[in-house]
């Protein structure tokens, strides 16, 4: 079934589109972006950590308006949503965590096991911190509900975040990390999934969730 199929007339539809790309052409689009990406992250990275003078900070802000504009002159409107083509390839540039094209995505990779669970292993730098030298716990969450939805989709459906509950056994230094998720059990359109978050000492905080199958999903 494809993404779409059967999705109401509430917007969805207009998320998840179908567009007559080849995968080659897909991936040579996300090879040209992407490292646009990479350089707009680094550039986020670099003005936090910054210590040069007041009219070096003036100077490259000249310059980054000005680039700005020159991306801006051509631009598509509104959200970016779920592209797919014919051979099943998926894509989506703008998504807050995995997003190819977005520079607030870390991005994360996510790896599913020969299991169905899944896995994600990033490194997250000083734009994700909360507490000193720690990783935000809102960010923690953000990592935890994209992964967790990847392994309730289960390969084959669309699902929704319907409950997140977290526990935080201690603070997550900044760094690598990574997240580990499985569906725990299924009951009619509700999937059950558990995760965690880790640092290389250990598991940094825990996550169940219900993921919900969408009816025109079904």
Same mark, same amino acid.
């Given at each position: 079934m494809s993404p779409a199929a059967g999705a109401p007339s509430t917007g969805y539809a207009s998320i998840f589109v179908q567009e007559d790309v080849s995968t080659a052409e897909v991936d040579r689009l996300e090879a040209v972006h992407a490292p646009l990406a990479d350089g =707009? $992250?680094? #550039? +986020? %990275?670099?003005? &936090?950590?910054?210590? +040069? /003078? %007041? /009219?070096e900070?003036?100077? +490259? $802000?000249? %310059?980054v308006d000005a680039l700005v504009a020159r991306l801006r002159a051509r631009r598509t409107d509104g959200p970016a949503g779920v592209h797919y083509n014919a051979e099943g390839r998926?894509?989506?540039?703008?998504?807050a965590v995995?997003? %190819?094209?977005?520079? &607030?995505? !870390? !991005? #994360? $990779?996510? =790896?599913r096991d020969p299991d169905d669970s899944v896995h994600a292993d990033v490194v997250l730098g000083v734009q994700y911190e909360g507490p000193p030298g720690m990783v935000h716990g809102g960010v923690g969450a953000l990592l935890l509900d994209h992964v967790m939805g990847v392994a309730a989709s289960a390969r084959k459906r669309v699902t929704f975040t319907g409950t997140l509950t977290m526990r935080y056994v201690r603070a997550t230094p900044l760094g690598p990390v990574r997240v580990e998720a499985r569906i725990d059990r299924e009951e009619g359109r509700k999937v059950f999934v558990v995760a965690t978050l880790a640092d290389p000492d250990g598991v940094t905080v825990e996550a169940e969730g219900v993921f919900i199958v969408p009816s025109w999903a079904v």
């Open positions: =707009v $992250r680094a #550039l +986020v %990275e670099a003005t &936090i950590q910054t210590c +040069v /003078d %007041e /009219d900070v003036r100077a +490259v $802000r000249a %310059e998926t894509w989506s540039w703008g998504n995995v997003g %190819e094209r977005n520079a &607030i995505a !870390p !991005p #994360l $990779r996510v =790896v």
